[in-house]
C-alpha cells in the first residue's frame, strides 16, 4: 500500500502530470469516449462535450433529461436517456434521434455491434436494430441489467435476475439461458468469442466458457465491479471495485479457472475506472480519491497521470491509437494526456 | 458526519393495503406548498392519477442476495432507479417511493443498508404505513401483508375515521397498538395530516433514537392528533397472557402472531456479551424479527450506544455521551412474528453485568 502525496513522494514515482492538458467540462461526467481524436465526456444529464486535441469544449445537447447509459463504436456514442430516448452523437456533433420508447420509459442499457446494429432496453423489454432490418424486441423475465453483443456473428447477451439470455435476434431458435442466481448488471464477451463475464449486485463478477457453459466464480472484491477493460489481444480482463486492479488471465483456454488474479497498482483508494491499452500491455487506473495511474501489466511500473485529492475518477479512455488518454472527475474536472 | 447525513437524499417508504388512501396521501404531499420538489417512484401498475413532474414507474422486484441468508432481499429495481436519479442530483430534495398494497415493506427497507451506492446518496427516512379504519381490523385476519406494514411503520395515518364510530376508532387503534406500540399514530380524514408528520421523521437516523416508549393512547377523546406522549410511564411488556384486557379506557390487545417485546435494564450491559448475542439473534431469528431498536449502557463505557435492524441487518455505533444524571438504563425493542420470548429474555439477561 501507498499513497501519493504530492509533497513528499511526487520525486518518488515517474509523473507525466506536468504533460496533461487540464479540462473543465462544467457538468459532472459519467463517461467519457473518443470519436477518432475528439473526446466525448457524457454529462450526467442533458449533454454530451466533444473536446478535440487543442482543449476546445463544444457541449452537444443530447436528451431532455439524466443519461442513463452509454455506447461506443469509435464513430458515435450512443446515450439512452430518462427522456425515454436513444440518441446518437457523431464527432462533428451531429445528434440523430434512433429510438423513443412509446411508454416514454427510461432507456437503461445501451450496446453497439461492430458492424452497425445498435441494442437497448427499458425495464424488462430488449430492443435490437441490426443495419437494415427492423426493430425487433424481446421480453426478458426481469429488468434487463447490462447488454452486450457478441464480437462475431448477431448474438445479443442480455443480463438480468439470476442469469443471462443469449439471443440471436435473426434467428427463430429459442433463446440460451445462462443460469446463476443473483442478480446481473453488465455483460462483456471476451474479444475471441470464448468467454461471457457479467458484472453482479453482489461484489463478484461471474463468467462462462461458451463452448461448454463452465462456470467462473470471480470474487473476493470489497466493492461492486463498475468498470471492466480487456487487456491488449484479450489476454487479461482488468477490473475496479477493489483497492487494486484486479486482473484476471483468460490466455489460456480454461481462463481463469482455478488461477488467481494479478493484483496491480495497490493504492488507499478504491479502484473507480480501468481502460487497457488498445495495443500495448499498458492500463490506466483511476481511483476513487481521483488519482489516475499508468501502470505496465508485465511488471507493474507506475507513471503518475494524475493526482490525488478531488471527487472519484468516472470516466477514462484511451483513444484507437493507443497515443490519447482522456479522463475526468464526478465534478467534470478532467484532462488529455497525448503520448 | 451530520454534514455527510444531511446531504443524502431523503426517501420517505409509503405502504398501506389497497384502498387505504396511499395516493390521496402522495397528492396532499405534493400539492402542498412547500418549496420542494419530489421524486416519486410508483407502481408501473399501481393507480393513476398523480401529479408530480418527476414520476418514476417501478416493477417492484425483490432479489435475494447471495449472502445466504433467505429474508436478505432487496428491491432490484429501486437499486436501479436510486442511481439513474442520482444524475439527477439537484433536480430534487426527497424521494417518495410508494409501494403497492400488497407489498412487503421490507425489501425496501433493506436496498437502503445492503447496497453501497445507495447508502452513499439516499438515507431511508421512514416507513408511514396509511391504514383504513373502517376495514383495518379485518385485513389484520385475513392479510398479511396488512400486518406486516403496521409492524413495519414508523409512522401510521390511520384515515377514513370519518367512516367509523369512536368505540369502533378505539377498537381499530388498540388492534394497531398490539402490533406496533412504538409508531408514531395520526388519526385522519381523507389523509389530512401535518406534513411534518410524515416526512423528515429520521426514523432511521442512529441519532434521532432517543427514547424508546410506546405511544401511549387515551380511549375515545375525540381529538383527531393522538401522538402526545403522557408523563406516565407505564410497563407495557406484554406479560399480560389474557387475550385482551382494559387499561385506562383502552383495550390492550395481543395479536396471535405479530408481537412486540421490549425489554430493559438498570444494569450495564456486557458488551463483550451483547454484541454477539444481537448478531447471533438476529442470524437465527432475524426471519421472524421484523424490526429492531437499542438504547444500550455498557459497562466502561461513558456512551450510549444506539442500534436499529431490519431483519438480519443490524447497524449501531456510539451516539453521545451519557448527560449527568440521565439514568444510565439499556431498552430494546423487537417487533416481529411469533418471537421466541422467552429465549430472547433469557439471552438479554445472560448480558447483563452480575
Redo the contacts between chains.
Keep these: 500500500m501507498k499513497e501519493f502525496d504530492p509533497g513528499d513522494n511526487a520525486a518518488s514515482i515517474v509523473s507525466v502530470t506536468d504533460r496533461v492538458r487540464p479540462l473543465s467540462i462544467g457538468m459532472p461526467v459519467t463517461a467519457v469516449h473518443f470519436l477518432g481524436s475528439q473526446a466525448a465526456f457524457v454529462g450526467a444529464e442533458e449533454t454530451v462535450a466533444l473536446v478535440n486535441t487543442a482543449g476546445e469544449i463544444s457541449p452537444v445537447a443530447v436528451h431532455g433529461g439524466g443519461i442513463l447509459c452509454v455506447a461506443s463504436d469509435g464513430t458515435r456514442v450512443v446515450t439512452g436517456g430518462d427522456d425515454g430516448r436513444l440518441v446518437a452523437t457523431d464527432a462533428k456533433g451531429e445528434v440523430t434521434l434512433l429510438a423513443t420508447d412509446a411508454k416514454r420509459r427510461w432507456i437503461d442499457t445501451v450496446a453497439l455491434h461492430p458492424e452497425g446494429a445498435v441494442a437497448w432496453s427499458a425495464g424488462k423489454t430488449a430492443f435490437v436494430r441490426s443495419g437494415r432490418a427492423e426493430e425487433k424486441s424481446f421480453a426478458m423475465p426481469s429488468t434487463v441489467g447490462g447488454l452486450a453483443f457478441a464480437p462475431k456473428g448477431l448474438r445479443l447477451a442480455v443480463a438480468h435476475y439470476n442469469g443471462v439470455t443469449l439471443w440471436f435476434p435473426n434467428m427463430t431458435a429459442n433463446p440460451e439461458f445462462l443460469e446463476w442466481a443473483g442478480s446481473h448488471l453488465g455483460a462483456v464477451f471476451s474479444p475471441d468469442n470464448r468467454f461471457l463475464v457479467t458484472t453482479m449486485h453482489e461484489p463478484s463478477l461471474h463468467g462462462w466458457r461458451l463452448a461448454d457453459n463452465r462456470h467462473m466464480r470471480m470474487t473476493g472484491y470489497p466493492g461492486r465491479v463498475r468498470s471492466m477493460s480487456w487487456s491488449a489481444g484479450g489476454k487479461a480482463l482488468a477490473t475496479s471495485g477493489a483497492d487494486a486492479v484486479i486482473m484476471w488471465p483468460f490466455a489460456s483456454k480454461d481462463g481463469p479457472m482455478g488461477k488467481e488474479p494479478a493484483m496491480l497498482a495497490p493504492l488507499q483508494a478504491r479502484v473507480s475506472m480501468v481502460a487497457c491499452h488498445p495495443k500495448q500491455d499498458i492500463f490506466a487506473a483511476g481511483y476513487s480519491d481521483g488519482t489516475i495511474l499508468m501502470v505496465r501489466l508485465n511488471d507493474g511500473a507506475e507513471i503518475l497521470v494524475r493526482k490525488n485529492g478531488t471527487p472519484p475518477v468516472t470516466a477514462l479512455a484511451w483513444n484507437a491509437k493507443g497515443t490519447l488518454l482522456a479522463f475526468a472527475a464526478e465534478d467534470g474536472d478532467a484532462g488529455l494526456l497525448e503520448l | 458526519m451530520a454534514d455527510l447525513t444531511s446531504q443524502k437524499i431523503p426517501v420517505t417508504v409509503l405502504t398501506g393495503y389497497l384502498g387505504a388512501g396511499k395516493t390521496t396521501l402522495l397528492n396532499r404531499i405534493l400539492s402542498e406548498n412547500h418549496g420542494k420538489k419530489y421524486a416519486v417512484i410508483v407502481n408501473?401498475f399501481g393507480e393513476i392519477g398523480i401529479d408530480n413532474d418527476l414520476i418514476?414507474?417501478a416493477?417492484e422486484?425483490v432479489?435475494?442476495?447471495?449472502?445466504g441468508c433467505v429474508c436478505c432481499t432487496?428491491r432490484?429495481?429501486l437499486?436501479?432507479?436510486l442511481e439513474?436519479?442520482m444524475?439527477?442530483?439537484g433536480k430534487f430534495d426527497a424521494i417518495i417511493v410508494e409501494t403497492t398494497g400488497l407489498a412487503d415493506p421490507a425489501p425496501v427497507a433493506q436496498t437502503f443498508f445492503v447496497?453501497?451506492?445507495v447508502q452513499k446518496n439516499a438515507r431511508l427516512d421512514a416507513v408511514v404505513t396509511v391504514a383504513d379504519a373502517k376495514w383495518l381490523a379485518d385485513r389484520l385476519k385475513d392479510a398479511p401483508e396488512a400486518k406486516n406494514q403496521i409492524a413495519f411503520a414508523d409512522v401510521i395515518v390511520l384515515n377514513k375515521t370519518d367512516l367509523v364510530s369512536p368505540a369502533e376508532l378505539n377498537e381499530v387503534e388498540a388492534r394497531i397498538r398490539a402490533i406496533n406500540p412504538y409508531a408514531k399514530l395520526h388519526r385522519t380524514e381523507r389523509c389530512q395530516v401535518k406534513l411534518s408528520d410524515v416526512l423528515e421523521r429520521g426514523a432511521f437516523d442512529l441519532d434521532r433514537i432517543l427514547e424508546l416508549e410506546p405511544e401511549f393512547l387515551e380511549a375515545g377523546d375525540g381529538h383527531d392528533h393522538h401522538d402526545h406522549h403522557h408523563g406516565h410511564d407505564h410497563h407495557h411488556d406484554h406479560d399480560h397472557s389474557h387475550d385482551s384486557h382494559n387499561s385506562g379506557g383502552l383495550k390492550h390487545y395481543h395479536d396471535e402472531d405479530m408481537q412486540s417485546l421490549s425489554l430493559r435494564s438498570a444494569k450495564p450491559l456486557d458488551a463483550t456479551k451483547f454484541m454477539p448475542w444481537l448478531q447471533n439473534l438476529v442470524a437465527s431469528e432475524g426471519q421472524k424479527i421484523l424490526r429492531s431498536k437499542g438504547i444500550l449502557a455498557f459497562s466502561d463505557d461513558d456512551d450510549r450506544y444506539v442500534f436499529q435492524g431490519v431483519h438480519m441487518m443490524l447497524e449501531g455505533d456510539h451516539q453521545r455521551a451519557w448527560k449527568d444524571g440521565e439514568a444510565r438504563e439499556s431498552r430494546l425493542v423487537f417487533i416481529g412474528r411469533e418471537l421466541p420470548e422467552q429465549m430472547i429474555r433469557d439471552g438479554f439477561e445472560d448480558c447483563i453485568t452480575p
Design positions: 408501473e418514476i414507474g416493477d422486484e432479489f435475494e442476495m447471495n449472502n432487496v432490484g429495481d437499486v436501479r432507479i439513474g436519479l444524475k439527477r442530483k447496497d453501497e451506492d
